[in-house]
């Protein structure tokens, strides 16, 4: 391995290359491998960044989990999976912890063409019990070299749907399967919601296990030391009314509240578990977002996710920066239009962080909603709130919009209810990879009906696109823009609504004309500087619409030039293909227009820079440069593309 400044020693954990060597450890072992393992996480995510708070929060967790079952016949699945790093640190992968969310490394979740120790992969949220749920399932109906299924899923994951849908379906097969509740009370930010509460309520004032244990008759599944103080406690609990806990209701046994950092009490409960389960079975474990770092501890966030940072004091080392984040443009023009309109609502499903919503709620903490985990019922929300007269802007990453699809088609563009849509890291998004990659919202949403979809090419463009949302009430409008910063263009004091369905002209050239639609423009005027110093001149148009298209640009663009690109961060069936539909439909193409549509390519492309992300799918700005030239040189040696 290398660089290996400030390297803990971990004599342990050295010894550890498979959890089979955990096997071999006594419990006062596993204590200590365990406080290896989470020196070991902090060294590497210090000089990686990445998730941080979540993996040391399950650091007792993960040791005792693959101490006690038999991974990766057991199948351990993570929820979201951004926990996973003392998983990969114990399933050999420990000598590849510093190439972790980097090209060509190790992913930052867990990926199934990565190890056979990660059966499931995730990044989204909340669908590890249908996951394990489905290996259950599996092992009963005779899949061969599968054994439990057990699912980790933290208490911000269970406010999403799935989950229910999943504890639902468990309770009604009665199969055995083990679901850890991680319950940290914490999301990305601190949780919200009933869940979230009951949750607490179902620990507070009562701190031993035994207790609960006794009062719901799961005496049993409590390792020997821990049932005489159960059956103690069950006797003092006679006569006293206590209803069992939802997860009961729901047909699983429930066992705790544990403490998931108690290395002895974790291991007697797996083991007992392990040999006495027959149905499903939930593990109530409290745990610390962060536990054993203390500026981790000590951050509102929990040390979540962080840039490489400074091991002693835990000051993270940040890239200066050029301009404001397209997120806290968004939000500032948010703001600005909500002064204006007190119509104005925004809702974040579990990110208020990560959509710029904590400012909006830091001035209009009455017009901001945090739904949690939650995009399917976010989206409905919007819905409602918009039949009810208000202008909600819901404000989601492109990729966790897909989990509220059905919402988005049959709540919103079924009923053309104006419900705005501030779509965050739409294209590639780096570290986090094909998971989070914002690809396919063109596609997704330029083909409903009543909709209109904007894309902004820069700061200035995003401003202009939050008032022509909040202006906009004839149907749902949505705006996309990328992760990260703008690209440094003055901004004005407010935006403008822009005309629908028009785009503007950058440039004015001959021969091939580029349509850029969204971020990709500014690589599309740094591939037309470098075309010029070559005598080509390209036309440039940002067509700010992808529905409904600008047709009258669209024509003039084709009739006037002998090759028309297209280009776009997204999937193929986005602007470009509506492009091309408009081009046939109109007989174009008979007239021997040469056509290009640059996209992201049919593959789902793994973490690395953004800029080395965009080199793999082929849309920099030297790209670009060379599908002009290829159309130019293929006119000069006279032959039709
Ligand atoms: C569908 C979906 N929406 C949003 C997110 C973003 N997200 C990642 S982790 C996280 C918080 C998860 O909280 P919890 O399950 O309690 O895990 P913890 O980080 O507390 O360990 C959120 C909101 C996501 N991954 N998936
Ligand atoms: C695991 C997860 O889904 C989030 O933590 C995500 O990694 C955040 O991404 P941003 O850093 O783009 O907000
Ligand atoms: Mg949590």
Request: hydrophobic share 40%.
């Amino acid at each position: 391995m290398t660089n290996q400044t400030n390297r803990p020693a971990t004599p342990l954990l050295d010894r550890i290359g498979s959890p089979a060597d955990l096997k071999a450890l006594t419990d006062r072992e596993l204590r200590q491998a365990a406080d290896e393992l989470r020196a070991d996480t902090i060294w590497a995510v210090s000089r990686t960044g990445g998730h941080l708070g979540a993996g040391l929060g399950v650091v007792e967790l993960t040791v005792a989990l693959h101490a006690v079952f038999d991974t990766p016949r057991d199948k351990l699945i993570w929820d979201v999976s951004h926990q996973c790093y003392p998983h990969k640190i114990l399933t050999g992968r420990r000598d590849r912890m510093l190439t972790l969310r980097q090209k060509d490394g190790l992913s930052g979740f867990t990926k199934r063409s990565e190890s056979p120790y990660d059966p499931f992969g995730a990044a989204h949220s909340s669908t590890s019990i249908s996951a394990a749920l489905g290996f259950a399932m599996g092992r009963e109906l005779g899949a061969p070299g599968v054994g439990d299924a057990i699912a980790v899923i933290g208490d911000g994951a269970l406010s999403g749907g799935m989950a229910y849908e999943a504890l639902n379906h468990a309770g009604h097969l009665k199969k055995r399967l083990i679901v850890i509740l991680n319950d940290n009370e914490m999301s990305i930010a601190p949780p919200v919601g009933a869940m979230s509460s009951y949750l607490s309520r179902l620990y507070a004032g009562a701190p031993f296990q035994e207790f609960k244990a006794a009062a719901k008759g799961a005496v049993g599944f409590l390792p020997p030391p821990l049932q005489e103080g159960a059956r103690r406690a069950k006797e003092m609990l006679k006569g006293l009314a206590v209803g069992g806990t939802l997860f009961e209701e729901l047909g699983f046994s429930y066992v705790g509240p544990i403490d998931g950092h108690d290395m002895d009490s974790l291991l007697q409960i797996l083991r007992t578990v392990k040999v006495r389960a027959t149905g499903p079975i939930l593990i109530h474990a409290i745990t610390q977002k962060g536990k054993g770092f203390r500026p981790a501890e000590g951050r509102s966030d929990k040390g979540h996710a962080t840039a490489k940072f400074d091991m002693i004091t835990g000051e993270q080392s940040k890239a200066p920066s050029n301009a404001p984040s397209y997120t806290k443009v968004f939000a500032q023009n948010l703001i600005k239009e909500a002064e204006h309109d007190d119509r104005i609502v925004a809702i974040t499903a579990a990110m208020p962080d990560g959509t710029g919503l904590n400012l909006f709620a830091e001035r209009f903490p009455k017009r901001c909603f945090d739904v949690g985990i939650a995009e399917q019922h976010g989206v409905t929300f919007c819905a409602g709130l918009a039949a009810a007269g208000m202008k909600p802007f819901a404000a989601i990453y492109s990729t966790f919009l897909q989990r509220g699809y059905d919402q988005v088609v049959h709540d919103v563009a079924l009923q053309n209810l104006p419900v705005r849509f501030a779509i965050d890291r739409a294209g590639l998004v780096g570290a986090d990879g094909a998971t989070h990659a914002g690809s396919f919202d063109v596609a997704y949403l330029s083909n409903l009906p009543n909709f209109t979809v904007m894309a902004a090419a820069d700061e200035a463009e995003l401003c202009h696109m939050v008032a022509t949302a909040a202006a906009h009430d004839a149907g749902p409008i949505a705006f996309r823009f990328p992760r990260g910063e703008g690209v440094g263009v003055e901004m004005p004091e407010r935006g403008q609504p822009l005309e629908i369905g028009k785009g503007r002209m950058i440039h004015e050239g001959e021969r091939v004309a580029i349509l850029s639609f969204g971020a990709r423009l500014g690589e599309v005027r740094a591939a037309c500087e470098a075309l010029r110093a070559r005598g080509i001149d390209p036309t440039i148009a940002d067509a700010r619409f992808s529905k409904p298209l600008d047709r009258d640009l669209i024509l003039r663009l084709a009739a006037e030039h002998e090759s028309l690109i297209t280009i776009e961060e997204g999937a193929v069936g986005g602007f470009g293909s509506h492009v091309a539909q408009l081009l046939a439909q109109e007989g174009v193409f008979d007239t021997g227009l040469r056509f290009r549509s640059m996209v992201l390519p049919d593959a789902f492309i793994d973490q690395g820079g953004p800029r080395d992300m965009y080199a793999s799918a082929g849309l920099n700005a030297e790209d670009i440069e060379a599908q002009v030239l290829r159309l130019c040189d293929v006119e000069v040696i006279g032959k039709r593309a």
